[in-house]
């Protein structure tokens, strides 16, 4: 063997060496700084459509924007708040508001978090041009419509003050409940930079390219790549605020039901995603069960899959109730998710205390649903238009029951699977009869953003005076008694008009590695701390 052959030879026994070292472990490897660069896996069924913390409608979104932009608190448990991007959130009077940022949050960029920032990012959501779904949040500040805009011209919100370049005061129109502030605004709403975003016209906020690729934020982890429908990239923010982030390198993967449970068995996951978008299929729980190197625990949750109706195309809410009449729902629970959920009529689950407990759920009853359609005039010759998403695969066998749950009843149904964002679309243009549509709002009972006339989810098209004066003033209550008695009153109406019967609750099934130190899958609390998240041991 001649002498450049031989050297040949140990430089490519050396480099498999090299790669044999550095694929051992595809969550750990060597770092120049002699500390292992460690990556941690999560595991989601539904894909991210977009990446703009004030006008993201879909949960999957939401949750991603959460590792790299912080709320200015965290629930931790009911109506248990833990400081975050706010050092403090106060109130001596139930309507005067100061948030004190965190004095060392900064932007990823070096730039300081302040005060113009999240007097910027109110604005903008204020600003009638901006397209936006968290409007909500703000609509009791004063000086501001229902649905959270500036009315008159106005530019500014006129009860937003800034104090100095960390403190922030709002007003809102009468005393409202702390716990509902502080869960809505403090740990839903997120704040954008103003020295990246101020030159942007506010009408083309929702189209540039920084809700693609934010390129400046302030969470643990700053935004590498979208790989659409494949996973989401981040690396650690190395200058945060509140402390070392502990991971190197996360992942949010995406991919159907079934490759949850493979890619837990394998070590490829180190943990699936709480609530509907990182659900296991229950029919794999005992498999999961079953697997050495994870641990699982089950959990009620205040989150719910329903069936919306499209009340300009089913104006009769005796049809309506009819067709939620019709729906096996027990069955859903039974056999779908072996008895990990419950069946409820409205948005509020039994660990909400706010549940009407004094009305009675919809019974299944075809042949009393059917005799309702007849006596409403039911066109039993019309086909319903029945549209469902894909991702969720107990969603989609579900939609499966209760098509041949309305057959049964006499009624004539084309069913059709979309993808999220499509379904999005065309639930937002009314492009249906029936869809099914998973929601997680908060603990807090203000559900404005569906219920209302202009509420961002209601797709349904429902029109209720009394519904939407009864939600304002529930807003705008800051006693709970009261408050309850009015969501008490506006949940008899929705059963009544029944533009949208929720089909069922399904329990939290999370399941996360063993080698995984810090974090895990949690209904209270997600993104609690996830700079402390950490794995150990090699894969």
């Known amino acids: 063997m001649g002498k450049l052959t031989k050297i040949t030879s140990m430089l490519f026994l050396a480099a498999m060496i090299f790669l044999t070292a550095c694929s051992k472990d595809s969550g750990e490897k060597a770092s120049t700084t ?13 894909p991210p459509i977009l990446f703009n913390p004030i006008n993201s409608s879909d ?28 050092e403090s959130f106060e109130t001596t009077d139930n309507q005067t508001y100061t948030i004190t940022l965190n004095k060392n949050a900064k932007w990823s960029d070096g730039k300081p978090v302040t005060a113009d920032d999240v007097a910027f990012t109110f604005n ?18 004063q000086g501001l419509d229902e649905n959270g ?52 016209e506010p009408a083309k906020l929702s189209q540039d390219p920084f809700m693609q690729n934010p390129t400046v934020t302030n ?144 019974t299944y009853d075809p042949g009393a649903a059917k005799k309702a359609l007849e006596e409403a005039g039911w066109d039993f010759e019309k086909e319903l238009n029945f549209i469902v998403p894909t991702g969720n695969k107990v969603r989609e066998q579900a939609a499966d029951i209760i098509t041949q749950n309305l057959k049964d009843a ?30 997680t709002f908060t603990l807090d009972p203000d559900v404005s953003s569906l219920y209302t006339k202009t509420g961002a989810y ?10 939407d004066e009864l939600l304002n003033k529930g807003k705008s209550e800051a006693d709970p008694e009261k408050r309850k008695k009015l969501y008490d009153e506006v949940q008899e109406i929705w059963e009544e008009d029944m533009p949208i019967i929720t089909l069922f609750s399904d329990f939290d099934f999370s399941a996360v590695s063993k080698r995984v130190t810090n974090g895990e899958p949690k209904v209270f609390g997600f993104h609690h701390e996830t700079f402390k998240w950490n794995i150990e041991g090699a894969n």
Do not use: C, W
């Not at 002699?34 to 539904?46: A, I």
């Not at 939401?62 to 448990?77: C, H, N, R």
């Not at 709480?274 to 079953?290: C, L, R």
């Open 219 to 362: 969470g643990a982890y700053q935004f590498v790549q979208y790989k659409k429908d494949q996973y989401v990239e981040f690396k650690q923010n190395p200058d945060y605020y509140q402390g070392k982030v502990e991971l190197s390198k996360l992942f949010i993967k995406v991919m159907p039901a079934a490759n949850l449970v493979a890619q837990l068995q394998t070590g490829e996951l180190h943990m699936n995603v709480a609530g509907g978008i990182g659900k296991i299929v229950p029919t794999d729980y005992e498999t999961v069960e079953k697997i050495e190197t994870v641990k699982t625990k089950t959990e009620n949750t205040f989150g719910f899959q329903s069936m919306m109706f499209n009340t300009e195309t089913i104006k009769d809410p005796k049809i309506r109730k009819a067709f939620a009449q019709a729906v096996d729902r027990q069955q859903i629970v039974d056999k779908l998710l072996k008895g990990y959920g419950e069946v409820i009529d409205g948005p509020y689950t039994t660990i909400n205390p706010y549940l009407n407990k004094d009305l009675k759920t919809i």
């Open 34 to 46: 002699g500390e292992k660069d460690k990556t941690m896996f999560l595991g989601m069924v539904n």
């Open 410 to 439: 006499g009624v004539k149904v084309k069913m059709t699977t979309f993808d999220f964002p499509t379904l999005m679309a065309k639930g937002k243009a009314g492009e249906f009869d029936a869809l099914l549509m998973g929601f």
């Open 124 to 141: 903008l959501v204020a600003n009638p041009v901006v397209e936006t779904v968290v409007g909500g949040y703000i609509s009791m500040f």
């Open 149 to 200: 805009k500036l009315e008159g011209g106005d530019k500014e919100i006129p009860s937003v003050k800034i104090i100095d370049e960390k403190k922030i005061e709002f007003k809102t129109k009468t005393p409202v409940d702390p716990n509902m502030i502080k869960e809505q605004l403090g740990t839903k709403f997120m704040i954008l930079p103003k020295h990246a975003l101020e030159k942007i």
């Open 458 to 467: 209601n797709f349904m098209s429902y029109d209720n005076p009394k519904s």
């Open 59 to 86: 949960v999957a979104s939401q949750f991603a924007e959460k590792f790299m932009f912080d709320s200015f608190l965290e629930m931790t448990g009911p109506q248990e708040f833990a400081p975050k991007l706010a």
